[in-house]
């Protein structure tokens, strides 16, 4: 794409309230941003392991307008493993999401969080970073690695005031936190994700029910 298509592109770009929801969860989770330009635009990546391709694919067509890309590209590390991604147009719509989500270049939590997520994003999030506690617990973990306790505290009152899920922050291996859904919140924390979640069978199998 030549540089005048880029920018016809870029000036007809408007995010929609799903794909606001969207991009907080993915902020919320493994998704980052990275800007070139001292933070007056920002471009989202999001990358994960081949054995997610579908949920990419998915994030993909999702964001698709904001993507230069005609799909996700794959790359090989040293290693051989496989992951797939995207990285989106840079764009000042983003910087929203830099100036909440960063501070020092080190990712933090807004403290609106309570006025951003919605259901989708909760989803997002539990998809990038969550798993079943075990069958016999039958409730959910979302490993928020990055995150610190007090950035874990603010959306656990988000959590509770907007969707009445219960949680407990934990320490993980005396160095990283996790939100721990409580068992009384679990089948209300998966209602709230199960219409997104189960369309992707690699994020099905995550849920208490797999159906």
């Not at 907080?24 to 007056?40: I, K, M």
């Not at 090989?76 to 764009?91: A, L, Q």
């Not at 679990?186 to 199960?194: D, G, N, S, V, Y």
Request: net charge positive; proline share 3%.
């Amino acid at each position: 794409m030549n540089t005048n298509k880029i920018k016809r592109a870029k000036s007809q770009l408007k995010l929609t309230n799903r794909q606001r929801a969207i991009i907080t969860g993915l902020l919320l989770g493994d998704g980052h941003l990275e800007t070139q330009d001292g933070g007056r635009t920002y471009r989202l990546k999001v990358e994960h392991g081949s054995e997610q391709s579908d949920y990419v694919q998915w994030l993909f067509w999702e964001l698709r307008n904001w993507i230069p890309a005609e799909k996700p590209y794959i790359k090989i590390r040293k290693n051989g493993v496989r992951n797939v991604g995207f990285t989106t147009y840079s764009h000042g719509a983003l910087r929203f999401y830099g100036h909440q989500f960063y501070q020092d270049k080190k990712k933090r939590m807004p403290k609106i969080i309570t006025r951003m997520i919605e259901p989708i994003s909760i989803a997002v999030w539990f998809m990038d970073d969550g798993s079943l506690k075990s069958e016999r617990h039958r409730t959910y973990i979302i490993h928020a690695l990055g995150f610190s306790k007090t950035d874990l505290t603010l959306v656990q009152q988000a959590l509770q005031k907007k969707f009445s899920i219960e949680t407990r922050v934990h320490r993980q291996k005396e160095v990283y936190w996790r939100l721990y859904v409580m068992s009384k919140s679990a089948h209300r924390f998966e209602t709230l994700i199960r219409d997104y979640s189960t369309p992707i069978p690699s994020m099905r199998k995550k849920l208490v029910t797999h159906a």
